[in-house]
């Protein structure tokens, strides 16, 4: 197969995007010659190009209300697409793109019409992780084998990373542990509350740990006041910074702490401590979307909850003890102290 210039897929969320990372550096090392586009959101380029594996990135949304025409001319010149995250319109255009070798899963309707290269898989019931899952849709480019989840973080390639601008990098203590808390999500999953957050804050030792919050500038009024600020080891960084420079200071950090975010993948593909707050519900559960890394974890309250065991509304997560993430913590603050 002719895999010249790739078009991967991938127009959702930035954890969904680093999850798919690993598939660009699979096609990479099959395929050292080939060009790889990066299919997305605006909103994730900028971690996207902190891969190595990627070359291009285009903003689908660009195009997204333009003609059927304009969305065709976008793709056209495309040897291969990949449609990691399904999407009939973007399947459409790259028919009538004329693009030769078009692979999706044979479980969208709309993949019989407009793909010729149709992968047999179902990820709703798959026991595999979502960065597994995709590495599914190479076959046809004879990339059969399915890294272990203790392979795929050599797989993440976010190595082109922005440098952190001198104010954010003398915030970063050099006898601490650096712990980055993200407490909002975009919604897409539950978080862990404000009151927990506050709990956990104030049981880091000011002499161990120096705390940094984050969040966007529509963080700002949900977070308000209701962690503690005042505390001399917490510096608030809440709608302060762009996308390069949370990833560039999450990478200058230690540990990130937060809810099933794009921030959590991001610590967990740059090999930092990242620590998340799941639920045991359906796609959401972290054998499917837990984070993958060096020094990753994903906590859980009850495994076995019945109410999301029956797909309940439930906040169990609430239920994770602060303790459960100091037993993380606090050996990585005290091998700091003891230098």
Not at 62 to 89: N, T
Request: aromatic fraction near 6%; hydrophobic fraction near 40%.
């Amino acid at each position: 197969m002719n895999v010249g210039k790739v078009i991967v897929s991938r127009t959702d969320a930035i954890g969904d995007v680093v999850l798919t990372m690993p598939l660009a550096a699979l096609l990479k090392q099959r395929y050292p010659s080939s060009e790889v586009v990066f299919l997305g959101r605006s909103y994730t380029r900028a971690a996207v190009e902190c891969c190595e594996h990627v070359d291009t990135f285009l903003a689908w949304d660009e195009v997204a209300d333009a003609g059927k025409q304009a969305q065709a001319d976008f793709l056209r010149g495309a040897d291969v697409i990949i449609h990691v995250f399904p999407r009939s319109e973007i399947a459409s255009a790259a028919r009538r793109a004329r693009i030769p070798q078009r692979v999706g899963s044979s479980h969208r309707a709309y993949h019989i019409w407009n793909c010729n290269k149709l992968v047999g898989f179902t990820r709703r019931k798959s026991e595999l992780h979502e960065s597994q899952l995709n590495v599914k849709l190479l076959k046809p480019f004879g990339i059969t084998d399915i890294p272990s989840l203790a392979e795929i973080p050599a797989l993440y390639g976010m190595n082109r990373i922005e440098s952190l601008r001198p104010d954010l990098v003398s915030l970063i203590s050099t006898d601490k542990l650096n712990v980055i808390i993200h407490p909002m999500t975009s919604g897409s999953s539950k978080g862990w509350s404000l009151r927990n957050y506050t709990h956990l804050i104030e049981s880091l030792p000011a002499d161990k740990y120096a705390i940094f919050v984050t969040g966007t500038e529509a963080d700002l009024e949900k977070i308000g006041g209701r962690l503690p600020f005042d505390r001399a080891n917490v510096t608030s960084l809440v709608g302060v910074l762009s996308l390069p420079q949370l990833i560039g200071f999450i990478n200058a950090a230690d540990a990130l702490v937060c809810a099933s975010t794009g921030p959590l993948h991001i610590a967990a593909a740059l090999g930092k401590c990242a620590i998340g707050f799941y639920m045991p519900i359906g796609i959401a559960h972290p054998r499917r979307y837990g984070p993958v890394g060096v020094d990753a974890h994903a906590l859980l309250y009850d495994p076995d909850c019945e109410r999301c065991r029956d797909g309940l509304d439930c906040d169990c997560l609430q239920g994770i003890e602060v303790s459960a993430v100091q037993e993380i913590l606090d050996p990585l603050a005290d091998r700091i102290a003891a230098r």
